[in-house]
């Protein structure tokens, strides 16, 4: 069974940054980060892949940065100069061999 834990969420200032995490308990091919508000949908915030490229949803280019370290099957989002409109639940998505899955979800609050 493939485990996936999430972790780095809280409560920050806008302004501020945050680090989520993601670890794995197998091989990640793609890893990806979505993020999802009270009555909408799930949105796509940056992806990674088995290459190494990397793309962002428009809203955090120059602010968040993807990163993958395929030896400790883990994916981190840094998350720079925070809006309160990133306030939103996190969840890392991976593709394996066998599949894809999701972590349970971290949350990310934006306020002062």
């Known amino acids: 069974q493939v485990q996936l834990v999430e972790s780095g969420g809280g409560l920050v200032q806008p302004g501020g940054s945050l680090r989520l995490s993601c670890v794995a308990s197998?091989?990640?091919?793609?890893l990806a980060w979505y993020r999802q508000t009270p009555g909408k949908q799930r949105e796509l915030v940056a992806q990674v892949f088995s290459g190494g490229y990397t793309n962002y949803v428009d809203s955090v280019k120059g602010r968040f940065t993807i990163s993958r370290d395929n030896a400790r099957n883990t994916g981190h989002l840094q998350m720079n100069s925070l809006k309160p409109e990133d306030t939103a639940v996190y969840y890392c998505s991976i593709y394996t061999d066998s599949g894809r899955y999701w972590g349970q979800g971290t949350q990310v609050t934006v306020s002062s």
């Open positions: 197998v091989s990640i091919r793609t």
